[in-house]
Each structure stands twice: as C-alpha cells, then as structure tokens.
C-alpha cells in the first residue's frame, strides 16, 4: 500500500492550462478560503506524467 494521496489541489492557473491542454480535466473547482481558485484532479498514472514533464520544464523563478 502506497501513502501517495489520490487527489491533488492545484492553485496554479499556468499548471491548470498545462494538464488541461494535455487532456486532463478537474474534477471540481472551488475557492479557498484566501480567494484562490483552485481546481481538484485525480491522481493517476497519466497525471504523474504530466507533473513529471512540469517540475523538469516550467521555468525557473529568479531569487529563488
């Protein structure tokens, strides 16, 4: 048995596009209590892929 959660809260537009243009789609979206919209995907094998490609990708932020 893996302790990997089976959900993932995204809070990032640009990732949100990204998943949604590689065929994912949310399973719901909401606003946090802060005011961020938010959307909800299912983990799964393709979604692992495509935050696999993400993290070794998007750009690096300066100052960090």
Not at 15 to 34: I, T
Not at 42 to 47: K, L, Q, V
Request: hydrophobic content about 35%; some cysteine.
């Amino acid at each position: 048995m893996t302790n990997q959660k089976k959900f993932f809260q995204c809070f990032s537009i640009n990732f949100h596009r990204f998943l949604k243009a590689n065929g994912l789609r949310a399973m719901s979206k909401g606003v946090h209590s802060n005011g961020k919209t938010f959307w909800v995907y299912e983990r799964n094998e393709i979604f692992d892929k495509c935050m696999k490609i993400w993290a070794d990708t998007k750009p690096k932020k300066e100052g960090v």
